[in-house]
């Protein structure tokens, strides 16, 4: 249990144009799903968080209008990265919290490569 | 903004020997995790230790947690190749789990030689 799956895998997008990520939970129910973005060889950084029905909240810095979040249903969060430009090329990464052992863990999906060219 | 760091930063191991990550904090906690990164994946939840924890096992992992330090170490035992990865920890900052978010460590890059 406790999969979380993120499509496309891979993605290869020219200047300017829009690409979306999709997160799933496959076998729960999330109210509260996470986007991060993280470069190469570095930690992952919260870009915002993505709630169920409402709207998304962004980390500072990160801008609302070109990372555009809709959490339209229990289980799936979808992530656009709009006019995209060569520095938003990244590997982007969902999350959702289970309940297990009376404690919550966060459980991430495999991540989207995004190249922007 | 980063919360923990681990040390060391790499760590480079023969097959079989124990591999020791540390983690260090700054806030105070309600739950500790660690996760596993193969290169260019996601990431796979290794354990979970709850703040007035102060081991868990799990396998070959053990975790310890010092909240008076704000520290935790993660040891793999026994260690294989397969092993080889970048190691994270997270921590959630708020007294109650379910919608804060996790702050991340920069990470251990660990290879284990065969």
């Known amino acids: 249990g406790a999969v979380v799956s993120q499509h496309p895998s891979r993605v290869i997008c020219k200047s300017g144009t829009s690409v979306k990520i999709e997160c799933r939970s496959l076998d729960f129910q999330a109210t509260t799903m996470f986007w991060y973005r993280q470069f190469p060889k570095q930690s992952l950084m919260l870009m915002a968080t993505s709630n169920e029905g409402s709207k998304a909240t962004y980390e500072q810095g990160v801008e609302k209008d070109k990372f555009l979040i809709n959490h339209a249903s229990l289980t799936l969060s979808t992530l656009t990265v709009t006019s995209a430009h060569p520095e938003d090329s990244s590997f982007y990464i969902c999350?959702?919290?289970?309940?297990?052992?009376?404690?919550?863990?966060?459980?991430f999906g495999p991540g989207t490569r995004l190249t922007v060219t | 903004s980063q919360q923990g760091e681990e040390d060391p930063q790499a760590l480079s191991i023969q097959e079989g020997e124990n591999a020791t990550m540390n983690c260090s904090y700054k806030t105070s906690i309600n739950n500790l995790q660690w996760y596993r990164q193969n290169s260019g994946r996601g990431l796979v939840h290794l354990i979970l230790i709850r703040s007035n924890e102060r081991e868990k096992h799990s396998g070959r992992l053990r975790v310890t947690l010092d909240t008076s330090k704000k520290s935790s170490s993660l040891l793999i035992t026994a260690s294989r190749a397969a092993d080889t990865a970048s190691y994270f920890c997270a921590t959630d900052a708020l007294p109650q789990g379910g919608s804060e978010k996790l702050v991340f460590g920069k990470g251990t890059k660990l290879t284990v030689n065969p």
């Open positions: 999350s959702a919290w289970v309940w297990r052992e009376s404690a919550y863990e966060q459980y």
